[in-house]
């Protein structure tokens, strides 16, 4: 087990070179450093002296791969890429445009986001079940039929028409819950309350088709018409069997993506203005900080990375036959 | 007339190009698919779904516009000279030239859907003073003397464009009728009773059920919107109908040419990985892990970025304002399925490393068939069920992802008209008092009813091409 999941980890690292390097392609090379000096400066303010200045304050006045005018060691290190990607492997991530540590606002923004995205993990992974259990109870009858017919409604809405109408209904007409903001502790619950609502609701739709289709897959097993023929109840087969094995592949595709949960969403933390990951990398892309934008970049890949590697973990956790060598 | 052709120049955008190189490659394909019985078969089946074919029907209005809205031209210059004729700067589309006025005729500010007067009071000079009142609308309802006319006039015009659609559709029913109990040779009131008993080997009462309500909701559309803003006026007085119906164009572009970009990907890299296995299957195994591990709209956002400045600093290349938005929605387009090929790409891998295991495989391998013919004969016919499914299922994720990326402001182009965009810039006149609501509600409608269809008639194309699927519902 312990190797295993040792030579997982030495797989990771590959993959995270690649994503440095993409990364380092896209920002420093398609796009060089010129360009983005022009960008953010304006067409009015675009003198060479001023693009010099702006390169030099932002750290990017170095040659990209190779200074050949500095000796030993620092030929390879004094450059764009050691400074800027490379330094990425140990979590140093610079300076954003604001002046603040990246490394800073990432840790002290990370609370907030798991505030938010936790909670809709959680309950819609419950809500959801429940709602495809429901359904594949009463399968094949007209309740089936227009559950799944409403969950296509469902996921046909756009996220967006969930967040506008929620907080134009609950907090603006009926005045239930404050329409966004942010706070710590208890004080914070009347905040978190509306998003996780939404985000709940939203996914609704998707996910109760989704998992209604894995336990219907799960239903036409020979060990559950056996356990029928034992004489078990419906009731019984349903929770003891179908839940029980069906939950194998609904665990494991949620492992995936509980790594990626401090990231946060975009969408949602921008429109309650929850000051999360994800409202900081909407700020990022519009005010085009690159240097937030790559950092993002590198920790979501990151994290995505261990998420694959904790699925592998929870498959032979929650499925014996499943053995890792 | 050749003054009457001379006096418009035809533009070909990019995406006009590809999506009419798609339609043609549909088109051949619809050939070659109704000449092999195999393949027919399952389009018959969801031909046979009620559901299903209803939302063909609601899709392929969408189409027929999209469609008409990518035949673009420029008009002549009324003083230019006739030797070397001058064109406008607005790239046109027939679409415009159908609907006429509802492109031109616009307003000062906010209306409200089927008002007469604009939204906001305003100080007017009346006999000397000035007053406080609502300005009347320079085209909305303008025909009207007075206030009270107005509910009688839009009540009149609903049901004359209602009563057209209704006849119209009748005489659809009627014509086809005719033609099909001829070919049946039956009488005209036998199919008539197979049709009502819902005993025809298509589902006819879905069909003229749905046809009819379309047609209706057309009639009503034409008399109401000839007089009237049917879904009011933005902030700039545009007509919000005309800027849903132009997003249209936008939404389809989006959802097609995108995948148009992932399928030589997922199907070239997905069968070569599961076919040739060994090194190859690494090399595309972490290529594909490397680009899922990057947060999708991350990537998006920087090669938006990336475009963007390209585009300024080389504004010679596009001479048109429609092309430089053209050129960003490509880019979109082509970044989002360079992003998003992986999923089926895996699927494919998957399947032909099960495939090329088959006893049928092995064998064409033994008598040294190579391996692209191998590939095209037997691997990729027994994977297409799946790049079907797939292109149609993500469609609708597609158009949906557009609205949330313009939103961060990674989208299409600020000028073009998408529902992103409607959505993007209403989103304060929520926040106004009193509210407007209308071009929200507007994309809203018009993007629900797109995905919904989409999403239902995926799902007749899944049940009917899955194999697995067969039988369960």
Same mark, same amino acid.
Request: aromatic share 12%.
């Given at each position: ?26 920002? @420093?090379?398609? #796009? ?11 067409? &009015? ?9 702006? &390169?030099?304050?932002?750290?990017? /006045?170095?040659?990209?791969?190779? #200074? ?9 290190? /004094? ?11 140990? @979590? ?8 603040? #540590?990246?490394? #800073? ?23 959801? +079940? ?26 046909? +809405? ?10 134009? @209904?609950?907090? &603006? ?13 208890? /004080? ?55 839940? &029980? ?16 949960? @401090? ?19 909407? /700020? ?42 | ?35 092999? $019985? ?59 030239? %159908? ?33 406080? =009142? ?14 009270? =006319? ?14 057209? *659609? ?27 009773? !197979? ?17 009819? !309500? %379309?047609?209706?909701?057309?009639? !009503? ?69 490397? %680009? ?19 585009? $300024? ?18 880019? !979109? ?9 992986? *999923? ?111 999403? %239902? ?17």
């Amino acid at each position: 087990m312990l190797a295993y999941i040792l030579r997982r980890l030495l797989y990771a690292i590959p993959i995270l070179i690649g994503v440095n390097l993409l990364t380092f392609a896209l920002f @420093f090379i398609v #796009n060089t450093p010129e360009d983005m000096a022009r960008m953010q400066l304006g067409a &009015k303010h675009v003198t060479p002296d001023a693009i010099e200045r702006w &390169k030099v304050e932002h750290g990017y /006045d170095r040659p990209l791969l190779l #200074n050949a005018k500095a000796s030993g060691s620092a030929q390879l290190t /004094d450059t764009i890429f050691f400074q800027h990607s490379a330094a990425m492997f140990v @979590f140093e991530f610079g300076k954003g445009d604001d002046g603040r #540590n990246i490394g #800073n606002e990432i840790r002290t923004r990370m609370g907030p986001s798991l505030a938010i995205a936790l909670p809709v993990f959680v309950i819609g992974l419950l809500v959801n +079940i429940t709602f495809a259990l429901l359904m594949v109870f009463f399968r094949s009858t007209y309740l089936d039929l227009w559950g799944v017919v409403l969950c296509v409604v469902l996921m046909s +809405i756009s996220g967006l028409f969930y967040i506008i109408a929620g907080q134009y @209904f609950i907090s &603006k007409m009926w005045n239930l819950l404050p329409i966004s903001g942010f706070a710590g502790g208890v /004080d914070g619950l009347k905040f978190i309350m509306l998003p996780v609502l939404i985000g709940v609701v939203a996914g609704i739709g998707s996910g109760a088709r989704w998992y209604r289709t894995i336990f219907l897959e799960e239903i036409g097993k020979d060990y559950v018409r056996t356990a029928r023929a034992k004489g078990l109840s419906e009731v019984r087969v349903l929770f003891r069997h179908i839940l &029980k094995n069906g939950m194998i592949p609904i665990l494991t595709g949620a492992v995936v993506v509980l790594p990626l949960l @401090f990231m946060g969403s975009l969408i949602t933390e921008s429109f309650f203005g929850i000051p999360g990951l994800g409202s900081y990398t909407i /700020d990022a892309i519009q005010a085009q900080d690159f240097a937030v934008v790559r950092a993002m970049v590198f920790l979501g890949s990151f994290l995505y990375i261990v998420g694959l590697i904790l699925t592998d973990i929870s498959y032979s956790w929650a499925d014996p036959r499943v053995r890792l060598q | 007339m050749n003054s009457a052709w001379s006096s418009f120049d035809f533009v070909l955008l990019w995406t006009d190009a590809l999506i009419f190189a798609l339609v043609a490659g549909v088109l051949v394909l619809v050939f070659f698919i109704r000449r092999q $019985e195999h393949l027919r078969a399952p389009w018959r089946a969801v031909a046979q779904r009620p559901m299903a074919i209803g939302a063909a029907l609601v899709l392929s209005v969408f189409v027929v516009i999209g469609l008409l809205d990518s035949l673009h031209y420029r008009e002549k210059m009324p003083d230019s000279p006739a030797d070397a004729p001058h064109y406008s700067v607005d790239v046109l589309s027939v679409f415009d030239a %159908l609907v006429g006025d509802l492109r031109t005729q616009q307003e000062k500010t906010y209306s409200e859907p089927m008002a007469m007067q604009l939204y906001a009071k305003e100080f007017v000079q009346r006999d000397g003073v000035a007053v406080r =009142e609502y300005p009347r609308l320079k085209f909305g309802g303008s025909h009207l003397r007075h206030a009270s =006319e107005r509910e009688p006039d839009i009540t009149r015009r609903s049901l004359i464009g209602l009563a057209q *659609g209704l006849a119209v559709s009748l005489l659809l029913f009627g014509l086809l009728a005719a033609w099909q109990a001829r070919r049946a040779q039956n009488s005209f009131g036998e199919w008539f009773m !197979l049709w009502g008993e819902g005993r025809l080997d298509w589902p006819g009462r879905t069909v003229a059920v749905i046809v009819m !309500l %379309l047609l209706m909701m057309g009639g !009503l559309l034409i008399h109401l919107a000839a007089a009237y803003h049917v879904f009011g006026t933005d902030k700039v007085g545009q007509d919000v109908l005309y800027i849903s119906l132009k997003s249209i164009r936008t939404g389809l572009v989006i959802g097609t040419l995108t995948t148009l970009v992932t399928l030589p990907l997922a199907i070239g890299l997905g069968i070569a990985a599961g076919y040739f296995r060994g090194w190859i299957d690494d090399v595309i195994q972490y290529v594909y892990t490397v %680009l899922n591990s990057i947060p999708g709209v991350l990537l998006i956002a920087a090669a938006v970025l990336i475009v963007q400045v390209y585009v $300024e600093s080389n504004p010679d290349l596009f001479d048109t304002a429609a092309r430089r938005a053209d050129i960003r929605l490509l880019a !979109l387009c082509l970044i989002m399925g360079v992003t998003s090929w992986t *999923g089926l790409a895996r699927l494919l891998r998957g399947e032909s490393l099960k495939l090329r295991t088959l006893d049928y495989v092995e064998a064409a391998r033994a008598f040294g068939v190579s391996h692209s013919r191998i590939i095209s004969r037997h691997i990729f016919p027994n994977v297409f069920h799946l790049v079907l499914i797939a292109i149609v299922l993500d469609f609708s994720g597609l158009v949906l992802a557009e609205a949330v990326l313009s939103y961060v402001g990674v989208g299409v182009d600020p000028s073009m008209h998408s529902w992103g965009n409607m959505i993007n810039g209403s989103r304060l006149e929520l926040a106004r008092e009193p509210v407007v609501w209308w071009q929200l509600g507007a994309a809203f409608t018009f993007m629900f009813t797109l995905v919904l269809a989409a999403n %239902l008639f995926a799902d007749g194309v899944r049940d009917a091409f899955d194999p697995r699927q067969g039988g369960r519902r």
